[in-house]
């Protein structure tokens, strides 16, 4: 073993320790809302396939014939050869859907939040961010060098504090749905207060596209907000639309500035077209089939009654993600496990994805989720977490 590998395993170990080592499990099929996993078939609830689209025949159908028209990949970034009319079409109806002048499409959301960071941030601006915001805004907050002040949770007035003495651009950043606690953030307060302080709001929609408000589009229209409200939307395409990628909703000079600026986009290779064209499929059954939507609803409202009958703890939150909160790291490994043992896969989220001692089970529900499964899940929950 070299002196690195010693290193490292002895990191490792001190994780496990602590229960806070992370490990993949390879899924064998593509059942969703079924998982299996070593020849174990279990009830998925850890997916934020919010509309079941995944696995939806016709957006596979679309990728096949993507691939039939545009081979597997874009053999180019986009400022070379790789953009095609395929990227073109789903950027015009992503727009459309979100009613925003123009779009740019990313590889992923993670790129799309450190290239828009990266490009409207630098040295001698600042960049105001929930305590609570997803990796991705922190990390491109970082790579921006621009100056960092997070405000506690959803708290309007310490943002408006941090606004105030802040110099330089002011980026006010948020999530629209929070991705392990599943509230949704202040908008409209934050937009009124950002809008006359003349800062930017921006807000990364991952868990709220194609999920929340009017045909799915999202936690700022759901507030009743619009593109001038909230200047940056930025989606996720491999959540709710069951693909993969992200994109930016803004004005035309603003993604025009990205394609000068984004270096997550100008320095990497276009995502498949054959992908462009799956997405445009999901986004139309996103925006039509609001079944899905009043499903989901469904599922929540039933899963917030029978939590209540049996003295379950749950959350307020509206949306398809319901945290069951643990605190302890092996409490929540242990529980997780007792439930794929009754036929159920949901994870244990511990730090420093969460704060420390506040380990949860996150429960995410899909518009294929049945009432039945939903049933035997919280009688398994009640069971694991002594209240059955
Ligand atoms: C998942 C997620 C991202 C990253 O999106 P990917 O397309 O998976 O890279 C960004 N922000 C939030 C809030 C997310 O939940």
């Known amino acids: 073993m070299s002196g690195l590998d010693r290193d490292l395993s002895t990191d490792l170990e001190a994780s496990e320790r602590r229960n806070l080592r992370r490990r993949r499990v390879a899924r064998e099929t593509a059942r969703f809302p079924h998982i299996d996993i070593e020849g174990k078939r279990r009830v998925n609830f850890a997916a934020n396939d919010y509309l079941g689209l995944a696995g939806d025949d016709r957006v596979a159908e679309a990728l096949s014939r993507g691939v039939s028209r545009w081979g597997a990949g874009a053999g180019a970034a986009h400022l070379l050869s790789g953009h095609t009319q395929a990227h073109e079409a789903f950027e015009e109806a992503l727009a459309n859907y979100l009613g925003t002048e123009a779009a740019l499409l990313f590889s992923t959301g993670y790129m799309a939040n450190l290239g828009v960071l990266g490009a409207l941030a630098g040295r001698g601006d600042t960049i105001i961010a929930d305590r609570l915001n997803h990796a991705s805004l922190i990390d491109g907050a970082r ?225 294929l989720h049945t009432d039945q499964q939903l049933d035997a899940l919280v009688e398994a929950l009640g069971e694991v977490l002594g209240n059955g």
Not at 154 to 171: H, K, M, N, P, T
Not at 257 to 272: G, S
């Open 143 to 367: 790579l921006s060098r621009a100056k960092l002040r997070r405000y506690a949770h959803a708290d309007v007035q310490a943002a408006a504090d941090r606004l105030e003495v802040a110099r330089g651009r002011r980026l006010l950043v948020t999530d629209g749905v929070f991705s392990m606690d599943g509230d949704v953030a202040p908008l409209g307060a934050l937009a009124e207060m950002s809008n006359d302080a003349g800062a930017v709001l921006m807000v990364d929609d991952a868990h709220g596209f194609g999920v929340l408000g009017e045909r799915g589009r999202g936690s700022v229209a759901a507030a009743g907000l619009d593109a001038c409200d909230v200047p940056v939307q930025v989606v996720t395409l491999g959540k709710a639309l069951g693909v993969s990628g992200g994109a930016v909703g803004a004005s035309r000079a603003l993604i025009d500035t990205l394609v000068q600026r984004a270096r997550t986009w100008i320095y990497t290779t276009a995502q498949p077209p054959a992908l462009a064209e799956a997405m445009t499929q999901a986004l139309a059954i996103a925006g039509e089939e609001e079944w899905r939507r009043t499903r989901l609803r469904e599922l929540v409202a039933r899963f917030h009654a029978l939590a209540d009958a049996r003295g379950l703890p749950h959350t307020a939150c509206q949306t398809p993600i319901q945290p069951v909160m643990v605190g302890a790291s092996d409490a929540a490994l242990w529980a997780s496990r007792q439930l794929f043992e009754r036929g159920f896969y949901v994870p244990a989220i511990r730090p420093p994805t969460v704060p420390a001692g506040k380990a949860r089970l996150r429960l995410s529900f899909s518009a």
